[in-house]
């Protein structure tokens, strides 16, 4: 929580604030509309109206009082002197209520500034605080200097501010308690009942008793996310034991992020029921405090998901509270227990009747009377909304601002500034630029009206952002707004871009030279250059300390380095800006870890704990860390505080098995000397395209009796260039699809880099990581690596094991590889090796066989766009238990043979669902619908569940499940119905295709159904995770994949899948345009969709009341500014139709204006075939298209009358085996017909007909960019 306006909110959550004090002696002042007028994409000239029509009316405006002026320099982007008005104005309106509006409205143009005026703030509060500011105000501007000294490092400082500010800042704690569904608010639980520090009450996970953390809100805030294990869907109590030294009224100013309700001595005195960012006062209400002991609760709930209203993410759980005379100036005469043993013996003064007096809540208190008393005050109307989006952003339940700045523009149309405010309230695209436009309109020109705008396009149409930031420039010079935004534009866009963004940080950075975020970005980009990198993140955060963003990368940058003192020093100054920031002390015990510092690392999760108690993190890390010291005693202690807290956790549960003493590790006597590959390595060079050579890879894999394996790895990686250095700052160690993994114990014996001067330094890990980061990795230097894997989970099913072993990661060469396989001799490993030649040596010892290979020169694999998966591609080695595919089929029916029980409820549903049903299709059908409207997939856990289905009964009652789980279900309610069904086991497509010489469980990603005799006497899948799709739109991941229909006898056997034809995924659209002579449109397009197209679409469009934004967002990506009309689908519930829809919509700007008329491009929708399927000029590997589809589209242009087509595009008409497509237009009088279709007949394009598919995509995209130009006959 940040206490500050939301500009200065911003500022600390997003590193966006930043000002400058001089930029006003660098720019034209101008106190006017915006200055020099702007292009912008409405047309300039507008018809001369009729004889017979009434000129429009005068846009109306009303008196913007004494902030004339400064709204006015706004509006030009004069920014520095919008300040210094605003500061004029507090001066002279010192004391009234409207001077915290004024203070709001001065951080406001600060933010905007761009540049770094923080200390000109603080020089500003210097001059005004002697003037005698009203309370509420001096409070605002109190509590910002109380954040610059935070930033600064000026602790004792800033919380000096925290006390003349009134923040109670000792609280006892306790939590989590149950918010689902936002119910906490209401429900009563423990601690409103009896507050007793004492006692302790139910909560959502056991019981809760009330604890102090080692940290203080220092400065008022109180970090409720850091203090809990829980911090979704739940919430916490908070209580302050108060000593006044006499009965008087207060005022309590609150800050919260979620639904808060506050008691004084057991009376409820405020209530704040929503969700939003927290920021400064933003609630406040009266209340009395007893002589002697009072106790005040705050009930503080989180929303699990964030408070989400503007495409922003909160995850934060905080609040802070203030006790300040009714007026709001300081409250005298009280103090704060901080002791909790000393507090549970306070005796709480009893209530004496007085009544709570009615609080000062400055300009909004005044507003919101102005509002009440005057329907017609169209500017009370627009400042209470400014002070509602600054003070209360992302509220939820709060769409005040919004309602307030639409009867303010209704009152007074002709004001660009209340226009200016709307376009920030409203939340969808499609109502805010119209707004802006509206704005720009009645201030042509405005440097910051084009800025807002392009910020609005940023990131969706960014050469239009690109364009208004340049025009924001053309009328203000020098703009840092503007040159921050088009940065960041190019940042985004990357490639050569990145350059012109650096010039342009550069250039910021020259004209101010304490521009902090120019520093931080351009050091973002600059890890081609450490030193210099090093350079702006240091002044950055000498500037503002509170960047933790900065504070983050610059402790990144110490650890490459290997400056670990420096990196620590962060991390404490970190904490104390930050009092109960836990991750600051888990990161600093990561770097001691990292340096093998076991105890210091120890010590810092102590920290971690004493601020929060019951942070399992910490103590699963502590307990890591105690293993790597090989202090198991210690991790078993760890281990068994973190049960205490939350007893249900297998992985820590099994890591506490796995510290059982062992004899020996199960890897000695099979690692390999690397010393050999070492040498190699010195003299290893880049022989092509690769990036990294393996000099040597050995995988060990030693399967145990009941299916669970260890596994041991050695690498020797030589980075050739700085892509590699880049990709291998953190790198996998695991070499094998070790997805099932139970768990146990997992750590690198060895990670180091190997600068070519012989220096070693040591990579960053932790136990039961599978990667680990190496600190600032080179070209030239050789990393090591040497992990185990010690797997001690759930056995598996009848001691099951499989496993796919790629020899090369990451397509890299690898010059040496060896592989080891040992196992029991009791157990048979069936293998099967794809891809490379190698005889194996086995070989026998102590009734174990040792299976070993190696492979030596295994070449570069090119990656490309669109390329077939990972394992169609490298050599590998397939493991199996399973020799035959009728070992599979018996193995996986015993597993789930008793998982197909129905529940009564389910059989009554079932009968119901059929009763209609004549044939096996219609009952395929009804069955279907029924299971996907009332059954959510929902990925579930592994061990034997990554195989194991629960029973159908209980999947039908709880209205979810995975794959196997839906699958399981259908086939049961298909054999209730009396029709016979089986399970499926397939591999999507999207896993590649794989050879089937081995079976295998390992292979298979996914589980569906197979109807026998359905869908044409050929049998039929089904998918049941497939929600929205029709049954027979089998999803394009099942297509042209291997399948294996579970059955026992000697004709089990795995097989591909058909693909669907492209008549099967079918998009047909009639689309009627009529275009208006200054390039608008209005659209009418019909459609009817089916297969994948289709379920895509219900799922889209599925909710009736977000349709018409849907629709809007989704055209938006094509045309700007599309507003639907009238939108209307057939019954989407029914995945068994095709999708039928009419849209009505208005384009603004459809036609592009040239000369006398305006063009239009035959098709609405162009394709893009080469830009998404054609990229390479050549190709090693085969193109992947998805699936297989056709597309047909009409579309009639209603010319305006008088118009015609100067010309039309040429027929085209194609017919390849590997798509057609055709084009033909035709025009009569003001009216133009285009037919077009295209068929995609394959999903793949082999890499031999590449040139030939490049060609027909070239062709089908010059038939649709073909243009065509109507203008006026005359």
Known sequence: MRFLPAAAAALFLAAVFAGCSSESEKKPADSGGGGTTATTDKPADKPADKPDEKPAAKPKTVPLGEEEAALRQMLSGDFDNEMKAYESLMAANAASPMCD????????????????????????????????????????????????????????????????????????????????????????????????????????????RWFRSAARASFGEVDMAQLFRLASDVCAYAAAYVKSDATKPVALRLASDGATKVWVNGKLALTSDCYRQAGFDQDAAGAVLEKGWNVILVKVCQKGGGEDTKNLEDLSWEFGLRLTEPDGRKLAGWESEGDLARAKGLKVSERSGVEAPKVETGSEGVLVENVKAKSDDALSRARLAFLKLHRHELDENDRGARDLLREAVKIADGEPVFWLWLGSAEEAKNRRLPALHKAMDLSPGSALILCKEGELHQGQIDDKAKMRFEEALAARKGMVMARMDLAQLYARRGGVWVNEAKKIYQGIIKDFPNHGIAKADLARMSNDAPVEQTKWLEERLAGWGLDFGVRGQLIGVYRRTGEFAKAIALCDGRLAMQPFDVNAHMLAASIHESRGEWDKATARYRAALAISPENISAMIAAANCAISAEKNDEAVKWLGDALAVRPNQPDVTKRLRSLKPKEKEFWRGYEVELKPYLDAAKAARKQGDESATYLFKHDAVFVNENGTCNYFTQQVIKLHDDKAANDFRFASAIGGHFDTFSGGRAEFRTAKLIR???????????????????????????????????????????????????????????????????????????????????????????????????????????????????????????????????????????????????????????????????????????????????????????????????????????????????????????????????????????????????????????????????????????DGTARYYSVKDLPSMDQGALVFIVRQDDKAAAQISDWLPPEMNARQRVITVTIKEDGSATVVEKGTVTGMDAGQMRSRFQEGAKREKEWESWYNRTFDSVKVNKLSFNDLSNYNLPVEYTAEYSVPHFARKEGRGVVIRPSLFPSKMLENYGQLSERQHDLLLEFPRTRSEKVIFELPAGWKARSLPAAVDRDTPLGAFHLKARADGNRIEVESGMTLKAPRIPKGDYKAWRDFAGEIDRAQDDEIVIEPEK
């Open 756 to 1022: 070519p001067d012989g220096t070693e330094v040591e990579g960053e890990r932790r136990e039961g990581q599978w990667s680990c980061r190496f600190p600032n990795p080179n070209a030239g230097d050789v990393i090591v690596m040497e992990f185990q894997m010690e797997e001690s989970g759930e056995p598996r099913y009848k001691g099951y094991f499989g496993l796919l072993l790629p020899l090369q990661p990451e397509f890299q060469p690898v010059a040496n590889a060896k592989i080891t396989l040992v196992h029991p001799e009791t157990k048979p490993i069936y293998h099967e090796a794809v891809r490379f030649n190698s005889k194996p040596e086995i070989t026998q010892k102590d009734k174990t066989l040792i299976t070993t290979w190696e492979i030596a020169n295994i070449g570069y694999i090119q990656d490309e766009p669109a390329m077939p998966a990972f394992y169609e591609t490298v050599p590998y080695l397939h493991f199996s238990t399973f020799k035959t595919w009728q070992d599979v089929g018996e193995w996986f029916s015993g597993l789930v043979k008793d998982r197909f029980e129905a529940s009564e409820e389910m059989k009554v549903e079932v009968k119901k669902a059929v009763a209609g049903a004549k044939t096996k299709m219609e009952k395929i059908e009804a069955l279907y619908q029924l299971m996907v409207s009332r059954t959510r997939y929902e990925a579930l856990g592994l061990e034997n569940h990554a195989y194991l289905p629960f029973k159908a009964s209980e999947t039908f009652e709880r209205h979810y499940g995975d794959c196997k789980d839906t699958a399981t279900l259908f086939v049961t309610m298909m054999r209730e119905a009396g029709e016979e069904a089986n399970m499926v086991l397939i591999r999507t497509n999207s896993g590649g295709a794989i050879a089937t010489g081995l079976p295998s469980m390992k292979v298979f990603d996914h589980c569906i159904a197979w109807v026998p005799d359905a869908g044409n006497g050929k049998g039929m899948f089904v």
């Open 101 to 208: 509006y004024y203070w709001s409205r001065y951080m406001e143009a600060a933010d905007f500034a761009d540049d770094d005026v923080t200390e000109e703030i603080v020089r500003a509060t210097d001059r005004l605080l002697p003037k005698g500011l009203h309370p509420l105000a001096e409070a605002h501007a109190r509590n910002y200097r109380m954040l610059v000294a935070r930033g600064k490092g000026k602790i004792a400082d800033a919380e000096k501010e925290a006390v003349e500010l009134g923040f109670v800042r000792d609280w006892f704690l306790c939590g989590p308690f149950d918010n689902e569904s936002e119910t906490g608010f209401k429900n009563v639980y423990g601690p409103e009942k009896d507050s007793g520090l004492d006692k302790e009450h139910e909560g959502k996970h056991g019981a809760n």
